[in-house]
DNA sequence: CGCATGCTTGAATTTAATCAACCCTAGTGG
DNA sequence: CCACTAGGGTTGATTAAATTCAAGCATGCG
């Protein structure tokens, strides 16, 4: 349905079968495993399961949550195409993995993981710097969750989106969205209301249209990067200009 | 002034002055290092910084945060005697750290802690383990920020504080708070004013005593955990219990 | 002793949550 | 093929929680 359309990842990922033999050569491990299917809501694994494995999005795209006693829910992250589940965690899940929409994957047990990595020194790198991508991910979104407004929230969210999608440097780029609004809401820790109502005041500043449910057409991109709060961002791979800063004491 | 005063941990460090020689072996990366003074508020490095150097806390602590453009500022965590700042990076510094009381550290340059890592089998599960924890406890806190009440982030910060310092399975057990209101605060996403009342609140309901402006006795630490919006901590560690969820879908 | 900083308390305001209708659309079955 | 329905989404009114603004209090330091 969503990112099943662009072939450039699957071709990426099956021309390195061998360990070592390029920046991506993590993704052969999975190369011989078979390809599981998950339909749109069904979970992957639960937040204290015992993590037999690791897994490769193919196609489609998951939420990780974690859930409160009283069933509040917190969404940590979304996962598409490319990702790996699991690289930072010892014996247990730390999250819950659900598929938002119907998503292809495959497994590998995790000691056979461990195993590969912990041999080849090709590949430890790519695991480290993995880790610490999803270590700055997780630094930017305490940032958002702590002190953004749900203005910036959303209109960040919108930005990383688009950022982490192809053909988000064309005129007038269509963020595909293929989470709910309540999915959203749980990741940028508002109501679906306020989601809602926020998206409108966007539409309205002329800032981005509705395009149907799941996908935003952006119309105003510079206004999008102002209103998320953030520094501006450098010109091209959608990450932040990290300023050399000196400003307290 | 704070954690000055217990002499294990730096006896641990210096017990294990060779690589392999046990589980905290990482620190003996350090051993041979010239202890660093700062003083309280100075500042370690900057947000955006090239990463030359991991430091290792001896004695006193930090606070690592990240600030937006308009000074709104985050505290993504406090550092005391035995953790080590830097492992996750790569190039640059992902936040700021400062001294929030007399400190000592030790340095060890970037590009040799990484050489030592790399060649020796033993120190890389330690490393892996610390991103992991690092990761677990961004996650928790992304849970605190996006979904937990005034009073629950401020009884979660409590029992947080109590469990890392030695002494916390005593019957009416002080929590040390080295850190200023303001501090505690932009680690909790609130402002200084609703930590204070908060805080008030809970001693008025005779769950913990005020013992000065940087200590807090903690007088029924039940009702603590309850209000601190968790599952029950287990009976040691003060992680919490993982349960083998199957709550939704 | 007196100031300055950090902390507490109170009143007013603001933001987002909650409660409640209603709408739209995709999917179903007649 | 079209009407119906259910789920997700939007919009509006009200409420609650935390922030902001403002004042006063303590503690520690010169």
């Given at each position: 349905?969503?990112?099943?359309?662009?072939?450039?990842?699957?071709?990426?990922?099956?021309?390195?079968?061998?360990?070592?033999?390029?920046?991506?050569?993590?993704?052969?491990?999975?190369?011989?495993?078979?390809?599981?299917?998950?339909?749109?809501?069904?979970?992957?694994?639960?937040?204290g399961d015992a993590a037999r494995h690791l897994f490769e999005v193919?196609?489609?795209g998951l939420r990780i949550f974690k859930i409160l006693s009283d069933?509040?829910?917190?969404?940590?992250?979304?996962?598409?195409?490319?990702?790996?589940?699991?690289?930072?965690?010892?014996?247990?899940?730390?999250?819950?993995?659900?598929?938002?929409?119907?998503?292809?994957?495959?497994?590998?047990?995790?000691?056979?993981?461990?195993?590969?990595?912990?041999?080849?020194?090709?590949?430890?790198?790519?695991?480290?710097?993995?880790?610490?991508?999803?270590?700055?991910?997780?630094?930017?979104?305490?940032?958002?969750?702590?002190?953004?407004?749900?203005?910036?929230?959303?209109?960040?969210?919108?930005?990383?989106?688009?950022?982490?999608?192809?053909?988000?440097?064309?005129?007038?780029?269509?963020?595909?969205?293929?989470?709910?609004?309540?999915?959203?809401?749980?990741?940028?820790?508002?109501?679906?209301?306020?989601?809602?109502?926020?998206?409108?005041?966007l539409a309205n500043k002329g800032i981005l249209a509705s395009a149907?449910?799941?996908?935003?057409?952006?119309?105003?991109?510079?206004?999008?990067?102002?209103?998320?709060?953030?520094?501006?961002?450098?010109?091209?791979?959608?990450?932040?200009?990290?300023?050399?800063?000196?400003?307290?004491?």
């Amino acid at each position: 349905m969503l990112r099943a359309d662009n072939p450039q990842y699957l071709r990426e990922i099956t021309s390195s079968p061998h360990l070592g033999s390029g920046p991506d050569c993590l993704h052969a491990l999975f190369g011989r495993q078979p390809i599981e299917h998950l339909s749109a809501g069904q979970s992957l694994f639960f937040e204290g399961d015992a993590a037999r494995h690791l897994f490769e999005v193919l196609e489609g795209g998951l939420r990780i949550f974690k859930i409160l006693s009283d069933g509040r829910r917190v969404i940590t992250g979304f996962l598409q195409a490319g990702d790996i589940v699991g690289v930072s965690l010892r014996n247990h899940y730390l999250y819950s993995a659900e598929a938002i929409v119907d998503t292809k994957v495959r497994r590998i047990l995790r000691k056979a993981f461990e195993a590969e990595v912990s041999s080849s020194p090709e590949l430890r790198p790519e695991v480290f710097a993995r880790l610490c991508d999803e270590m700055a991910a997780a630094q930017d979104q305490m940032v958002l969750l702590s002190r953004k407004s749900a203005e910036e929230r959303v209109c960040t969210f919108l930005l990383k989106q688009l950022h982490r999608n192809p053909g988000h440097r064309q005129a007038n780029p269509i963020v595909e969205l293929p989470m709910t609004r309540l999915d959203i809401a749980d990741y940028l820790g508002l109501t679906i209301e306020t989601v809602s109502r926020t998206m409108t005041k966007l539409a309205n500043k002329g800032i981005l249209a509705s395009a149907g449910r799941h996908s935003v057409r952006i119309t105003r991109y510079c206004a999008l990067v102002q209103l998320s709060g953030d520094d501006e961002y450098d010109g091209d791979e959608g990450g932040l200009i990290a300023y050399g800063g000196g400003q307290r004491h």
